[in-house]
DNA sequence: CGAAAATTTTACCATTTGGTAAATACACGA
DNA sequence: TCGTGTATTTACCAAATGGTAAAATTTTCG
């Protein structure tokens, strides 16, 4: 009996809830949380403000629950990245995963990119409580690898920094990226080919020139 | 004779147009343009708002100063990659100071991710007139050392893109970065290493990367 | 000094924005 | 079909915010 209200949603409280965070993910993604206002939300959703408001408590609570819903979805990747698997094929793999998640999720990204830049006021507990220890897991997991000469000696902490760093500049960086690159179609399997020599070279640096 | 209003500006003009843009800069940072306000400014240059507009045409002219005069000092570090000298030194000499700027100007790393986070809303002709002749020259600079077999065979774009990216995660991601990594003296000096090591690994080995 | 120009303050204003109260329309099970 | 709880709209409001007018103050310079 710990929860206070717990009426069971109905089909069209689910309905609407999901119109309502998508179209909030879409205008806070491109405006922030500041640059987005309740109206253009509501004007997104197909809804007016007071019903919008009748869903959630308020702008906060929106941001709130796209972000932890979102956190899920974003710490997948990592998770899936298996101890017991072959190291190099686990970490491209990982890299390639994030670099899929960037492209195809573009807008959680910069909602993400947007809340860390802005020093996390609306997620500090979230890192600490999930972030932090998948992180420190897997960091312990790819020294392992290191421990018993699997890979080259690199920085784990470093490692995974590079990696975020690298596949969300494709989604965050977009303004960026689109000017400077003409528009082609292969720059998705560009980028993907570049990260893959980046991060297998740094694997394996004193290898033999071939291996496959 | 094509200036409008010419006069020169007094002394107390230039301190107080430094000191506006210091405080926006810290504020906008913080912020982003539109979680920033006029009285937050205005508070933290330690004049009345109305003072600050006597100054500026408003909000936004603050803003746009300030992101045409980073202009400058965010693409010293590229320009300074020199054609004639030894490619890894030229390229792994760029990635540190590109890092120092990250660890050195944070405020203005952060505004300039924001800016673009947002789409570059009053940056799309600086990106196009100033970033991307500057970009194509550097990148035309690598192709030549790759034709001319002193690197291995990279993607000039994406190479400058992974530089950018990793360099800058260290400020623009700082919340996540500060949770993540405890508190160490040491962290400059090993994300320095990681990152020389990282790129220096990408540019050593002259095999051509298999296709498959 | 003293007047003109530059600078700063005081007192406002219009708009935007997050949010609410209450009335109204609707859905759905008995 | 009817009544009850659910969903939605209408009409607001108070605070915040970008910005202005004009008076008052300070600086500059002949």
Same mark, same amino acid.
């Given at each position: 009996?710990?929860?206070?209200?717990?009426?069971?949603?109905?089909?069209?409280?689910?309905?609407?809830?999901?119109?309502?965070?998508?179209?909030?993910?879409?205008?806070?993604?491109?405006?922030?949380?500041?640059?987005?206002?309740?109206?253009?939300?509501?004007?997104?959703?197909?809804?007016?403000?007071?019903?919008?408001?009748?869903?959630?408590?308020?702008?906060?609570?929106?941001?709130?629950?796209?972000?932890?819903?979102?956190?899920?979805?974003?710490?997948?990747?990592?998770?899936? #990245?298996?101890?017991?698997?072959?190291?190099?094929?686990?970490?491209?793999?990982?890299?390639?995963?994030?670099?899929?998640?960037?492209?195809?999720?573009?807008?959680?990204?910069?909602?993400?990119?947007?809340?860390?830049?802005?020093?996390?006021?609306?997620?500090?507990?979230?890192?600490?409580?999930? #972030?932090?220890?998948?992180?420190?897991?897997?960091?312990?997991?790819?020294?392992?690898?290191?421990?018993?000469?699997?890979?080259?000696?690199?920085?784990?902490?470093?490692?995974?920094?590079?990696?975020?760093?690298?596949?969300?500049?494709?989604?965050?960086?977009?303004?960026?990226?689109?000017?400077?690159?003409?528009?082609?179609?292969?720059?998705?399997?560009?980028?993907?080919?570049?990260?893959?020599?980046?991060?297998?070279?740094?694997?394996?640096?004193?290898?033999?020139?071939?291996?496959?």
């Amino acid at each position: 009996m710990s929860e206070v209200s717990a009426k069971k949603p109905s089909r069209i409280q689910r309905r609407n809830r999901r119109v309502i965070l998508d179209a909030a993910l879409n205008i806070f993604a491109q405006h922030g949380f500041r640059g987005a206002t309740l109206d253009q939300i509501a004007a997104e959703a197909g809804l007016s403000k007071p019903n919008i408001l009748y869903y959630f408590q308020g702008k906060e609570d929106i941001h709130v629950s796209l972000l932890s819903q979102l956190m899920e979805t974003w710490l997948d990747p990592l998770v899936e #990245l298996d101890p017991q698997g072959d190291p190099e094929t686990e970490i491209l793999d990982y890299v390639q995963r994030k670099l899929d998640m960037a492209r195809d999720l573009p807008r959680e990204s910069r909602l993400f990119a947007g809340e860390i830049l802005q020093g996390a006021p609306h997620m500090g507990p979230h890192l600490e409580s999930d #972030l932090k220890p998948l992180f420190d897991e897997k960091c312990a997991v790819i020294s392992g690898w290191i421990d018993q000469g699997k890979i080259a000696a690199l920085d784990p902490q470093h490692l995974i920094f590079s990696i975020w760093a690298t596949t969300q500049h494709y989604a965050d960086f977009e303004a960026q990226v689109s000017v400077l690159l003409e528009e082609e179609a292969a720059n998705r399997q560009r980028a993907s080919n570049h990260l893959r020599s980046l991060f297998s070279a740094l694997l394996r640096p004193h290898t033999p020139p071939q291996s496959s």
